[in-house]
């Protein structure tokens, strides 16, 4: 008996090879009438017309792992015979003459059905509608059954590159089930982490300011400074190659995924390994049902690329970390984090604020005063929890460290050289490290001053144009959107060395007291600084670079700054050992700078109107960060002014609104550890803003806006009230109706008010904007204070752990990069590739959708640290915000992709996520819809190494996990089923009956017996995992090492489960129709893109190992490479 397959070829009369391979049909064993369930789809788009020839040719194939065959005959036809009859008979050719026929039916688009929208994609031109027949031993005449195309929606502008095969099954009632199995590639597999890594760049520039920003320590502390820096230039280098391999990758490759023959490539590790959508679109023509299944398959989040010892992943790592320390490590650690949240929260609140107020500025200007009173109260809302988000004994600690440790003197000889640790800082400035992304919300547009302000000699070279530093003249040439990493690399260079010159000159100092080299804060760098460079013991010999300063004779650009010092842009880097100037301009580039302060002066001019305008703003370090020369400012100074611009404010609102009569306002509840004078038992009318004398001159030199200050805004008035306590009151003037008309009389004197006529008010902005412009920069004030405080806590951590703590944050990130991508990829195929109804958009407004990732991961070897790390990556997905909002991509449009958008931090991520019109019609407020996602993670090991991590006792970690995880889908499916969704009276076809509670109670009860059975590998627990989240509209990942091998037989196996529970396939067919689905489905062209070729990695051994029912037919797997 044969085991006959057919080939179906095309001839091809423009390529040397005159008939390709167009299709194939599975093996069927020992049969002389096979019966195949592969069909074949004739797409236009691959340029058939109804005159190509076809060929089909039956093989017999006598060998399965070698794929060794021989013909028994062929048959040819033009494609056009085959879709004008419904069922062909063709014989079958050969050397010995006819040797049997070959029955084809086919089906063809319904022409006359109108209802149908057009195909959605060009791969379904010759499948919108099609007949079935009626399967049987005699195949007779077709039967007039509609079939409908699958809906794909607008899945092509999210995924590309879809491989697809379909079949025809035989179903227990007599029908036929027809299957379309799709897989596709994730347009966002680069470009999710792009932005990721763009987040934390940015992060990284942040950390590297607030450290320059203490100023140069002396002692130890330089050096532990200098360190700080170099772990920070080194991460950022990283980042930043990380990012710029993206961009090439995007650029040069049409492929939307990364093989799993590249997973250990370290450049490419933020990139998911194999990522693709698994798409089933199912009919049974009896039932009149259809459905679709989607799984992202992706390998596992980890760091592939990672080349430590064996250390249970970051689940472990973290663990270590928490355990045991010492009680000053532990103090330290609570120190910083706390610094570390004030952080995040002043920025997030002075977001939001700025934002109320960019409000409040468009309704004053409509005099909307109804409008203006909410936004009043939330604003004064937010304003209090800025105030008492503070612990005044770390800002104290603080202070006082800088105060003790920062060296201030100056050289007296003008001609000596810079410090490294200031020429280093200097570059760091010059790089703009700012977050324009991030933070360009509330701070004026201001280039970066000079860092280190030296007094220059005169120089007869005046024919140097001038321009001020404050101008908009540096951004218009940005350097950090052309970023250069070489820079960055130098930069490091320069830094390592001098900071093993201090340890040097520290061990020189514990073993020689002759003469203090560590107290010297005045060395420079070397000229020509060579890492290959042979040192002695001495360390450098440290030379003057006054020349490249002084070289001022070539035509250039100077900068004024504000303190009136000059600096030449186009000379090279302080430091020599930068072999070439930082950022380099051509010839209109030069003409553009020039000439930019003259033909903008309109923008420089309406920047009051302007101020707020989160488009024009970006965020500068001057406005972000103290200076290293600078003072930093009193947090009782910078509390009260903040306290006095909201009141004068909310005073001023209030009283254009009429309401001048309302109570006064609590702003902040003083703490018992910071007392003020006469804040006790007394009621102060504060001032509009408390500032210093010396910063009042530099403001009125400025020409900030801040010199609108009355000459009395440092005078604080003490009175008595009874029952005030120690709060600020404002004192409101209070209105009085007459019988004939309408008069304000003010009974208590208020300094905000007064002189303010309501009548003679015409424009509401002009009075709202000065108090809106000192509350933004007291703010600003506020987060460099805590910036302040949070670099003085991170130095005085232990260096080891710190280094150990970015080790963990950078393989945490590589993982979460990963899994986040898999999880918007999947959520942007379901709102772009599927049909919602309300019932979903209700499950996300009200819920939150859940996702359940399948891991087939074992807790032997190198996989254990792939488990602990997925344990970590998915639970951080718990802080993912996520918001609906309309895409504004063209209808006509087909090559534009709906761009997620990434803002926030590594602790709060928030992702727009753009979607369809009619999907956003279905939004219960027409606005944006946020909502959290509930992941779970159910691991079971199926291959041989989880027979051995079994043997071994190695798997506790993982039972314990795999409960935690049941608890939280108990706790999901509480919330899930209080939810009112609404059940249809005739369910449609593509949305069956919601699933009985009873049903979806019984599954999780069955998986709480599966999870406390001790079975060795345990697939059920998956399973009933997958039930449950299928009954619950969850979105499914499924996880191994690769996504090709285990992934492909536990995904196969999920589809036929799926035939059988919803599409009656019988279960006496499910092995053929799994190694069908296995040996000529997608899941074999996945492994074809990752290896080259058409085998599961598994030999003998492995396969006898895997459960039964996840076994690869014979000769679709072999020794290859995984």
Not at 560 to 571: A, E, H, M, N, Q
Request: some cysteine.
């Amino acid at each position: 008996m044969p085991n006959p397959r057919v080939v179906c070829a095309v001839w091809m009369s423009d390529n040397d090879i005159l008939w390709r391979d167009y299709a194939r049909t599975e093996i069927v064993e020992n049969s002389i009438q096979p019966q195949f369930l592969c069909t074949v789809c004739f797409r236009q788009s691959d340029g058939f017309n109804q005159d190509t020839p076809l060929r089909f040719t039956v093989y017999d194939v006598r060998e399965k792992m070698s794929l060794t065959s021989i013909p028994i005959g062929y048959a040819e036809i033009a494609l056009g015979v085959i879709q004008d009859a419904t069922c062909f008979r063709i014989p079958l050719r050969s050397t010995q003459g006819d040797c049997g026929f070959i029955t084809i039916a086919s089906w063809a688009p319904d022409t006359d059905k109108q209802m149908q929208p057009p195909p959605r994609s060009t791969t379904q031109v010759f499948e919108q509608q099609i007949k079935g027949h009626r399967r049987s031993q005699s195949l007779p005449s077709k039967l007039g059954v509609k079939l409908f195309v699958p809906f794909q929606g607008n899945i092509q502008k999210v995924f590309g590159n879809p491989k697809i095969h379909t079949y025809r099954l035989h179903s227990s009632m007599g029908g036929d089930i027809s299957v379309h199995e799709t897989m596709f590639e994730s347009k966002l597999c680069f470009t999710i982490p792009q932005q990721l890594l763009t987040i934390w760049i940015l992060r990284e520039k942040e950390l590297l300011q607030e450290i320059s920003g203490m100023g140069e320590l002396g002692g130890e502390w330089r050096r532990r400074q200098m360190d700080l820096l170099d772990k920070h230039l080194k991460l950022l280098k990283d980042y930043s190659q990380a990012k710029q391999n993206i961009q090439q990758i995007i650029k040069d490759e049409v492929t939307y995924f990364k093989r799993s023959s590249v997973k250990t490539d370290e450049s490419l590790e933020f990139i998911p390994v194999n990522l693709h959508l698994q798409r089933m679109w199912c009919q049974n023509d009896t039932l009149n049902k259809t459905g679709v299944l989607d799984i992202i398959t992706v390998g596992a989040f980890t760091r592939h690329a990672a080349k430590s010892k064996k250390s249970g992943g970051l689940i472990k790592l973290l663990q270590e970390t928490k355990e045991s320390p010492s009680k000053f490590e532990a103090s330290t650690n609570c120190k910083v984090q706390a610094a570390n949240d004030a952080v995040q929260a002043i920025k997030q609140l002075r977001k939001d604020i700025v934002e109320i107020m960019s409000q409040l500025l468009a309704l004053a200007k409509m005099k909307n005063a109804k409008g203006m009173m909410p936004l009043c109260n939330e604003m004064i809302s937010k304003t209090k929890t800025l105030l008492n988000i503070w612990e005044p004994n770390l800002v104290e600690e603080a202070f006082a460290f800088i105060e003790q440790h920062r060296i201030l003197e100056e050289p007296d000889n003008v001609l000596m050289p810079m410090s490294p640790f200031r020429k280093i800082t200097q570059q760091l400035n010059d790089l703009e490290l700012k977050s324009p992304e991030l933070e360009d919300f509330s701070t004026p547009i201001m280039a970066p001053p000079d860092l280190w302000p030296r007094a220059k000699t005169p120089t007869s070279n005046y024919s140097q144009k001038l321009t001020r530093s404050n101008s908009l003249t540096n951004l218009k040439l940005s350097p950090s959107l052309t970023f250069d990493i070489d820079v960055i690399h130098s930069l490091q260079h320069t830094v390592r060395t001098y900071n093993e010159q201090l340890q040097r000159q520290a061990k020189r100092k514990v073993c020689n007291d002759k003469k203090k080299t560590g107290e010297n804060p005045f060395q420079s760098l070397p000229v020509n600084l060579s890492s290959n460079q042979d040192l002695d013991e001495d360390g450098f010999e440290f030379e003057n670079l006054n020349d490249i300063e002084s070289s001022t004779g070539s035509a250039g650009i100077n900068i004024i700054d504000l303190d009136g010092s000059t600096k030449d842009i186009f000379k090279s880097t302080n430091s020599s050992s930068l072999s070439k100037p930082l950022y380099t301009f051509n010839k209109s580039s030069i003409t553009n700078y020039v000439n930019y302060e003259t033909a903008n002066c309109s923008i420089l001019s309406s920047y009051n109107v302007h101020f707020l305008d989160t488009k024009m703003m970006s965020t500068s370090p001057s406005a972000n960060y103290y200076r290293p020369t600078e003072e930093p400012e009193p947090l009782d100074l910078t509390q009260l002014n903040i306290e006095a611009s909201v009141m004068c404010l909310v005073s001023k609102i209030k009283f254009l609104c009429g309401r001048c009569g309302s109570p006064a306002i609590r702003l902040r509840h003083p703490k018992t550890s910071m007392k003020r004078i006469g804040f006790n038992n007394q009621t102060i009318t504060p001032p509009d803003v408390v500032v210093n004398r010396n910063q009042l001159a530099k403001h009125e030199c400025d020409n900030n806006p801040l010199k609108e200050i009355n000459d009395n805004v440092e005078e604080i008035h003490s009175g008595n009230d009874n029952g005030s306590g120690n709060t600020l009151n404002l004192d409101l003037t209070q209105t009085i109706r007459g019988t004939d008309n309408q008069r304000l009389s003010t009974e208590k004197g208020n300094k905000f008010t007064d002189g303010l006529d309501l009548s003679r008010t015409t424009d509401w902005t002009s009075e709202l904007r000065p108090s809106m412009r000192k509350l933004r920069h007291a703010m600003d004030g506020l987060l460099k204070t805590a910036r302040l405080m949070h670099s003085v806590q991170r130095l005085q951590q232990d260096m080891r752990r710190i280094s150990h703590n970015l080790e963990i944050m950078y393989r945490r990130d590589v993982c979460f990069s990963q899994s986040l991508t898999a999880l918007i990829s999947g959520l942007m195929a379901k709102l772009w590739g599927t049909e919602i109804t309300e019932n979903f958009i209700r499950m996300l407004s009200d819920l939150g959708p859940l996702a359940y990732f399948e891991g087939l991961l074992s807790l032997y070897g190198s996989e254990t640290d792939m488990w602990g790390d997925m344990c970590i990556a998915i639970e951080d997905l718990l802080a993912v915000n996520f918001t609906l909002v309309r895409s504004n991509l063209a209808s006509n449009d087909q090559n534009a992709i709906p761009l997620p958008r990434i803002t926030g931090s590594r602790q709060s991520l928030h992702i727009q996520l753009p979607v369809p019109e009619h999907v956003y019609m279905l939004l219960p407020t027409k606005q944006m819809l946020n909502f959290k996602f509930t992941p779970v993670f159910f691991n079971i090991g199926i291959n041989e190494k989880a027979t051995l991590a079994e043997t071994l006792g190695q798997t506790r970690d993982q039972h314990r996990s795999n409960w935690d995880n049941y608890i939280r889908l108990k706790q999901y499916y509480s919330r899930y089923r209080k939810l009112t969704l609404t059940v249809p009276e005739t369910p449609s076809k593509h949305e069956s009956h919601l699933p009985a509670s009873q049903t979806l109670l019984n599954v999780l009860n069955l998986l709480e017996e599966q999870l406390k059975a001790n079975v060795s590998k345990n697939v059920k627990i998956l399973h009933l995992a997958e039930d449950a989240c299928r009954l619950m509209s969850g979105l499914r990942f499924t996880l191994c090492k690769s996504a090709k091998d285990r992934t492909g037989m536990a995904v196969t196996l999920e589809q036929c489960r799926v035939l059988i529970q919803e599409f009656q396939l019988p279960a006496k067919n499910v092995p053929y129709v799994l190694a069908t689905m296995r040996s000529e489905g997608t899941r074999m062209d996945n492994v074809f893109k990752n290896i080259d070729k058409r085998k599961y990695a598994f030999n003998l051994p492995q396969v006898v190992s895997l459960p039964v029912m996840y076994r690869p037919p014979v000769g679709a797997y072999g020794k290859a490479e995984t």
